[in-house]
């Protein structure tokens, strides 16, 4: 399928929990003019305490470098996990450009400010410590997720089930967090006279409307495998990817 434009975040190459697998099925089913990778793509984070590197991760670099080469316009805005990569902003390498941020015009006219979103994350701007704690405990949550996942698999339950996502919405701070998160971005957007914003951090994938304003978040491929997609005529969908019975299958959510 094509479309005009593909935002990623959150792959989290280099970790157990990264779905290179699905994302490739993904990147192999849409092609576009321009490929966003709002930050978090590779997690140095996790990476200094264990690499974990398959070949499936290797080709989704590749994959995405192959799609740079053959003119496909790649912008990368590094995240907190991979903050090193920011001291290469106003570069490009392998054809891809590495910018802070970046306001991308869609096809029927409207401004979206381009993030990763750590910037709005009080916990991960003053008490880093804290943050990389419960990045433990979230991968953790995914690990188990996986284990979770097999077993319904094996007894043949339907559907999918997510033990990380339960807990964002059961746990109070969690929703309050998203939610404060949600509302400083878009008064950030306001101030600046844009349409909208485009970001990840989170890993809680959304399209809506605030006082005509868009947030629009792309979730994450370690969890929901979400991904956001501008079609020609300037339209956003947030596109969620499953396995289900063996099957890596599209479920379209409308914007």
């Known amino acids: 399928m094509k479309v005009r434009s593909i935002f990623l975040s959150d792959i989290h190459l280099g970790t157990r929990g990264c779905q290179a697998d699905?994302?490739?099925?993904?990147?192999?089913?849409?092609e576009a003019e321009h490929l966003f990778l709002?930050?978090?793509?590779?997690?140095?984070?996790?990476?200094?305490?264990?690499?974990h590197w398959t070949p499936a991760q290797n080709t989704v670099?590749?994959?995405?470098?192959?799609?740079?080469?053959h003119g496909e316009k790649v912008v990368l805005v590094p995240g907190n996990h991979d903050e090193a990569l920011r001291e290469f902003v106003g570069t490009s390498f392998g054809d891809i450009e590495v910018a802070a941020e970046y306001v991308h015009e869609t096809a029927d006219g409207k401004r979206l400010l381009l993030i990763h979103g750590d910037e709005f994350d009080q916990v991960t701007r003053h008490h880093r410590w804290v943050a990389v704690?419960?990045?433990i405990?979230?991968?953790?949550?995914?690990?188990?997720?996986?284990?979770?996942s097999w077993v319904r698999r094996t007894l043949r339950i339907s559907g999918y089930w997510s033990?990380?996502?339960f807990a964002k919405r059961k746990?109070?701070?969690?929703?309050?967090?998203?939610?404060?998160?949600?509302?400083?971005?878009?008064?950030?957007?306001?101030?600046?006279?844009?349409?909208?914003?485009?970001?990840?951090?989170?890993?809680?994938?959304?399209?809506?409307t605030v006082d005509d304003i868009s947030y629009i978040n792309c979730g994450d491929w370690v969890d929901s495998c979400t991904a956001i997609v501008e079609h020609p005529d300037g339209h956003l969908e947030l596109i969620e990817w499953r396995s289900q019975t063996g099957q890596i299958i599209p479920i379209r959510a409308a914007a």
């Open 22 to 30: 699905s994302l490739l099925t993904f990147l192999r089913e849409y």
């Open 38 to 51: 709002l930050g978090d793509i590779i997690d140095f984070w996790a990476m200094n305490r264990a690499i």
């Open 61 to 69: 670099v590749q994959k995405v470098l192959r799609r740079a080469r």
């Open 133 to 135: 704690l419960g990045d």
């Open 137 to 148: 405990a979230y991968n953790t949550l995914v690990r188990i997720n996986a284990w979770i």
């Open 163 to 165: 033990l990380a996502g």
């Open 171 to 208: 746990v109070k701070s969690a929703v309050s967090f998203i939610f404060d998160f949600e509302d400083a971005v878009i008064h950030t957007v306001r101030e600046r006279g844009l349409d909208g914003i485009v970001c990840g951090h989170i890993h809680s994938a959304t399209i809506r």
